[in-house]
C-alpha cells in the first residue's frame, strides 16, 4: 500500500517556467489537498478537491492550478513560477468515512525557483 | 480569525527527559484536532487526534495529549524522550470551511540530547 505518492521530490525551476507537480493516493479517498510549508509558517492549504471533478481555491491559490480528473490524481501546475513559489509542497489525501478529516501526508516536493 | 499557535519554535531535552510541547487554538466551535510529526526529508505522519470525548488522548510512539477547553490548549506530551524523537512537531485543528481543511501551527522543533 503506497499511500500518498509525489513526484518529483526535488526540482529547480527558472523563474517563468512552468510545471507540474504530481500527486497520486490508492486509499480511494475523497478529499486531496495541496499544502506548501514555509519556515515560520506551517502549512497554508493551496487548493483542495471533494471528489473528481470538483476542485476549489484554499489560502494562497494564486499562480497555481489544480485538476481532479480521477479519483487516484491531483496534480498541482504552476504556471510561471516566480521565486515566492520557492517552498516544500505537499499533498495530503483524506477520507469523510468517519465525518473528519484524517489526512494521509506525502513526502513532499522541494521547489526551488531562481 | 481561526487560528493555531505553538510558542515555541525550538524545545531541546535530553533524552529520557519528559517533554510538553504546547499548542493553543481560537476557535469558536467545538474544534477538532490533531498532532503531526515530520521527520526530516519526510511528509506529516498523524501521531494523534481529538474529536470528542476524553479529553486524554493517546496516539502511536508513546505520546498523548491533553485537551483543555478552558484554556483553549491541546498540549503534545511523553514521558520519556528517545534520540528518534527528534523532529518538528504540528498542531493543527480541523475546520468546516474549505473542505474541511487543516490550519496548521508553525511548528516546534524538537532537538534531543544525548
Known amino acids: 500500500n503506497a499511500g500518498v505518492t509525489q513526484t518529483p521530490k526535488f526540482q529547480v525551476l527558472k523563474t517563468g517556467q512552468s510545471m507540474t507537480l504530481q500527486c497520486a493516493q490508492d486509499?480511494?479517498?475523497?478529499?486531496m489537498s495541496w499544502y506548501r510549508q514555509d519556515p515560520g509558517m506551517g502549512l497554508r492549504l493551496i487548493h483542495y478537491?471533494?471528489?473528481?471533478?470538483?476542485?476549489d481555491q484554499g489560502e494562497v491559490p494564486n499562480g497555481y492550478n489544480v485538476s481532479r480528473s480521477t479519483t487516484e490524481d491531483f496534480p498541482l501546475r504552476l504556471l510561471s513560477a516566480a521565486p515566492s513559489q520557492t517552498s516544500v509542497y505537499f499533498c495530503?489525501?483524506?477520507?469523510?468515512?468517519?465525518?473528519?478529516?484524517?489526512?494521509?501526508f506525502g513526502q513532499g516536493t522541494r521547489l526551488t525557483v531562481v | 480569525a481561526q487560528s493555531v499557535t505553538q510558542p515555541d519554535i525550538h524545545i531541546t531535552v535530553s533524552e529520557g527527559a519528559s517533554l510538553e510541547l504546547r499548542c493553543n487554538y481560537s476557535?469558536?466551535?467545538?474544534?477538532?484536532l490533531f498532532w503531526y510529526v515530520q521527520s526530516p526529508g519526510q511528509g506529516l505522519q498523524l501521531l494523534l487526534k481529538?474529536?470528542?470525548?476524553?479529553?486524554l488522548v493517546q496516539g502511536i510512539k508513546g505520546f498523548e495529549a491533553e485537551f483543555k477547553r478552558s484554556q483553549s490548549s491541546f498540549n503534545l506530551r511523553k514521558p520519556s524522550v528517545h534520540w528518534s524523537d527528534a523532529a518538528e512537531y504540528f498542531c493543527?485543528?480541523?475546520?468546516?470551511?474549505?473542505?474541511?481543511?487543516?490550519?496548521f501551527g508553525a511548528g516546534t522543533i524538537l532537538r534531543v540530547k544525548s
Open positions: 481529538y474529536f470528542s470525548g476524553d479529553t
Open positions: 478537491s471533494v471528489g473528481a471533478g470538483i476542485t
Open positions: 495530503a489525501s483524506s477520507s469523510y468515512s468517519t465525518g473528519h478529516t484524517e489526512a494521509f
Open positions: 476557535y469558536g466551535a467545538t474544534p477538532y
Open positions: 486509499m480511494n479517498h475523497e478529499y
Open positions: 493543527a485543528v480541523e475546520l468546516m470551511e474549505y473542505g474541511n481543511k487543516l490550519v
